[in-house]
C-alpha cells in the first residue's frame, strides 16, 4: 500500500484546512487507517483512526474539531480539521495497517511522506 498526503499549509488560529491522502496498491489485506502528527521536539502522535466496520477514534485533544472520513471511490483518507489552534502545529502523516496473517495477508504498516500544516497565532 502506498500513501500520499496532499492538502497541509499555513493558517491562522481558527481556520479550517482538509487533508487528504490518496491511497495506491493492493488493500485487500488493510485492516486500518490512521492520522498521525509529529510536532517539533515531541514523539509522533495519534490524531484519528477508522477501522473495519467504521469504528472510529479521536484524540482527546482533537475531538469536535476533527473529523477522519473515508472516500471508498476516490480511495482517499480524508481529515477534516476545524478551529484549527497553534498547538495543532506538525507534521501530519497518513497510515495504514494489515493485522491479518493467512494465507492471503501478512501484517503490515505504511507511512506517507507527511505533510506539514502550521497554524499562527
Partial sequence: VQLVESGGGSVQAGDSLRLSCAVSGDTMCMSAMAWYRQAPGKERELVANIR???NLNYADSVKGRFAISRDNPKNTLDLQMNKLMPEDTAVYYCNAEGFEQS????PFTSWGPGTQVTVAS
Fill in 52 to 54: 473495519s466496520g467504521n
Fill in 103 to 106: 494465507r492471503w495477508c501478512s
